[in-house]
């Protein structure tokens, strides 16, 4: 990993999740990106459970009409995520029915530009996984065009950031994404979601890589992720 794996320890990186929940209002983060296989649903639960595990009230809202991030929760008995499905594009309006949370993190649909409008107003950051193939990082084009309007109507207090997903370490392609995606003017995180079996390994258990390998590696890019995300909130136009 690029982002500060060399410097953070594992708890450092915890710590900081705490420090993120101290200082700031409600966040909501939206996890988007209309081409399905891009690791949506892995992103947003793996957020929702290390702010969790950070001492944070976290709700994580399905908005997939498949309900993936419903079917994961449904999986084992006393899960401790909440779940909630909002499928509809009354997004930024229902949250306000649920009750105040350090975070609310929201699983994005695939092929539904209204309900990724309605996620985007609701967010205060958007996340964009993509995979590192051309045809993923063509297909965001159009996602990206929605999120920089929105930067430009709220003047810059929306943040967003694309999180390259699924890499396969040693690809030429994986090596070259973050370049073809800086050229739609959004940053890329350092932090990379390596392909691994131990994801979707854990999401059939109804849990994940932070439950089952707290100290692996796949749970250490996610702190990781953790991490780069509050930095972007330090930083926010408030």
């Known amino acids: ?39 949506k649903t892995t992103v947003a639960t793996h957020l929702a459970r290390a702010f969790q595990l950070s001492g944070a009230e976290v709700l994580l809202v399905d908005s997939d009409p498949q309900g993936s991030a419903r079917d994961w929760s449904a999986v084992r008995d006393n899960n401790p995520v909440t779940v909630v499905g909002i499928d509809r ?27 990724a409008v309605s996620a985007i107003k609701a967010a205060d950051f958007i996340l964009i996984p993509v995979q590192p193939s051309p045809y993923d990082i063509w297909a965001t084009s159009d996602l990206v065009d929605l999120v920089q ?27 070259e994404v973050g370049g073809a995606l800086e050229e739609y003017g959004l940053p890329v995180l350092d932090t990379r979601i390596t392909q691994r079996v131990i994801y979707p390994g854990s999401a059939a258990q109804g849990t994940t890589v932070l439950d089952e390998y707290p100290t692996g590696d796949a749970a250490l890019e996610i702190y990781a992720l953790v991490a780069e995300i509050k930095s972007f909130f330090d930083n926010a136009v408030e």
């Open 89 to 115: 594009p009354t997004i930024e309006r229902d949250l306000k029915s649920l009750g105040r949370k350090d975070f609310i993190i929201i699983d994005g649909a695939p092929q539904a530009a209204n309900l």
């Open 1 to 39: 990993l690029t982002y500060s794996l060399a410097r953070l320890s594992f708890h450092e990186m915890l710590f900081s999740t705490c420090y993120l929940k101290r200082r700031l209002r409600m966040k909501v983060i939206a996890v988007l990106n209309q081409k399905g296989g891009a690791g």
């Open 149 to 175: 309007q929105r930067i430009e109507m709220t003047d810059g207090k929306l943040q967003a950031a694309f999180v390259i997903s699924r890499s396969i370490k040693g690809t030429k392609m994986s090596s």
